[in-house]
């Protein structure tokens, strides 16, 4: 039952921590960010696959290597990515040059 005196970590903690089968957390994103991951998040699979594929296009992976690799390190270093997954994504992204 919905108890209106509850914190919103209480409420999160009965439910598991759902939030990331849901999708990201976008309380630290701004008003077009957000919207824009809304968005996203309504297509359909196939066209979230075309986005990804369109975004991901060597030009754009060069363009923002350095802010990609800090983030790969930053997962890995706080466990979200093993080493394995860590190598095969720069590998992938063509970024282990």
Do not use: C
């Not at 309380?27 to 968005?39: C, G």
């Not at 390190?73 to 860590?86: H, P, T």
């Amino acid at each position: 039952m919905w108890n209106p005196f509850t914190k919103k970590d209480e409420d999160e903690k009965k439910d598991g921590g759902s939030q990331a089968a849901v999708g990201p957390d976008m309380k630290n994103m701004n008003m077009l960010q957000r919207m824009a991951m809304k968005r996203f998040m309504a297509m359909s699979p196939q066209e979230q696959q075309k986005m990804v594929q369109k975004m991901m296009t060597p030009k754009n992976i060069a363009k923002h290597k350095d802010e990609i690799l800090q983030q790969l390190e930053e997962a890995r270093k706080s466990g979200m990515v093993s080493d394995d997954q860590y190598r095969l994504a720069k590998r992938k992204m063509g970024l282990d040059k």
